[in-house]
């Protein structure tokens, strides 16, 4: 254990005492620190750097049956100290909830002892001029890409963080880790002859920094991408085949994630309500929430209630097979608490190459990212809007833009009809390509 979350993990228990000592009758604790730092490159100059470092303790109380959480940036003692009996006495003014409680201390145990490798101290050893480097040569990688004449702005960044986690509850819970994140971005415009300017992005967000792709690449990619856009437009609307690019798969599965939730579950909101163990999706689809994926970007030894995380199906084959449920929801719900939100999801990956997939795309569009539109977890009725290509019997025709996918997500889903082998590492929903047939895609 490293000084430092020593340090937090005794800010933590004293939370803890000083909650007793006021009459609490138990009480959770997180403390943590975080730096942060970002470095932006623009057309050839610095535009910014910024740096920050953050230390708060989160502190939940329960007292006469009630239940409250407050959180303070000021740990000095003397301070502390009037913060947990100004967060006693506001609890007790609140109403009581029988299902406001710590989790049981059974679901503690098992917690993982590997090493998920979340954490590179390398990182904290990144000097300025590094961060600048790797910025300055990712925009040169933009600007020397196939197309770079058409640009009209270049922006790009490195950014890493580093956050040390650590949690007591009054019950017998204590737990640290730390995690830390490193990321390379570019995002590029271009000039259309129409006077519009598209634009597109390219990133990679990895754990250790030895992960990070060559910022040549990331910039070229970005280029080569924002020179697709020029000339999108509108084509006509129907009913067609729509390969999702691995990507942009995960905002579209974001929407079919947030409604297993319990909040949505418990109030009603959601369309997977009482839906548990029967078919909602194609068979072709498998997905999981791994929080012990090594080198995950959501991976994490416990929860934020201090419950063991463990690897969990939500679908199995098309089969909806579990929900996200802290202890207060699934208190609420009648059921075995769970994990309160999401980690890594990761879509069971196919055989088939993106190249395979879009071979079957006779005619419909290939979506390359998701611009806005709604998606309503009640009903699951949604219309988003998307950018990408035309295709015809297999090849790329035109860019495309303006134009929406619509439909029911317990109807949707069952359109899918193959999933590639292209899983996109650099996001906490990882996916590979998803083909769907019968979609309906609005345009002019």
């Given at each position: 254990m490293s000084i430092e979350e020593n340090e937090l993990l005794g800010a933590a228990r004293d939370a803890i005492a000083l909650a007793k000592k006021h009459g609490a009758s138990a009480a959770s604790a997180y403390s943590s620190k975080t730096r942060e730092v970002e470095t932006t490159w623009r057309d050839g100059k610095l535009e910014k750097i910024a740096e920050a470092t953050t230390r708060s303790i989160s502190l939940g109380v329960f007292a006469d049956g009630r239940w409250g959480s407050m959180t303070t940036s000021d740990l000095r003692p003397a301070a502390l100290d009037r913060f947990v009996d100004d967060a006693v006495a506001m609890v007790r003014a609140l109403a009581k909830d029988p299902h406001r409680k710590l989790p049981d201390p059974s679901l503690y145990a098992g917690r993982t002892t590997a090493d998920l490798e979340i954490f590179d101290a390398s990182v904290a050893d990144l000097t300025t001029d590094a961060r600048l480097l790797r910025a300055k040569a990712t925009e040169e990688g933009a600007r020397t890409a196939r197309g770079a004449d058409r640009i009209a702005s270049v922006t790009t960044s490195m950014s890493d963080s580093a956050t040390t986690h650590a949690r007591v509850a009054s019950n017998g819970f204590e737990g640290t880790y730390r995690t830390g994140t490193v990321s390379t971005e570019a995002e590029v415009s271009v000039k259309d002859a129409d006077g519009r300017r598209p634009e597109d992005w390219s990133a990679a967000s990895v754990r250790r920094l030895a992960d990070l792709p060559d910022p040549l690449a990331v910039g070229r990619d970005a280029t080569e991408r924002a020179v697709a856009r020029l000339g999108a437009k509108k084509v006509g609307s129907g009913s067609m085949t729509v390969l999702v690019e691995a990507r942009a798969a995960g905002a579209l599965l974001r929407h079919l994630i947030g409604p297993l939730q319990g909040a949505q579950l418990q109030q009603k909101e959601s369309f997977f309500d009482g839906k548990l163990g029967a078919t909602v999706t194609s068979r072709v689809l498998t997905l999981t929430d791994d929080p012990l994926l090594v080198r995950g970007l959501a991976s994490r030894p416990f929860d934020g209630e201090g419950m063991a995380t463990k690897t969990r199906p939500l679908v199995e084959s098309g089969v909806l097979r579990g929900y996200f449920l802290d202890v207060y929801y699934a208190s609420k719900l009648g059921m075995a608490p769970t994990s309160g939100r999401p980690t890594n999801v990761v879509v069971k990956a196919g055989t088939r190459s993106?190249?395979?997939?879009?071979?079957?795309?006779?005619?419909?569009?290939?979506?390359?990212?998701?611009?806005?539109?709604n998606s309503n977890s009640t009903t699951g009725v949604f219309s988003l809007g998307v950018s990408g290509f035309r295709v015809v019997r297999g090849v790329k025709t035109e860019p495309i833009a303006e134009m929406n996918i619509a439909g029911n997500h317990l109807d949707f889903w069952k359109r899918l009809v193959a999933v590639g082998d292209d899983t996109y590492r650099y996001s906490t929903t990882r996916s590979?390509?998803?083909?769907?047939?019968?979609?309906?895609?609005?345009?002019?």
């Open positions: 993106p190249a395979s997939l879009l071979a079957d795309v006779k005619d419909g569009i290939v979506v390359t990212g998701f611009l806005g539109g590979p390509s998803l083909l769907f047939e019968g979609v309906s895609v609005a345009g002019k």
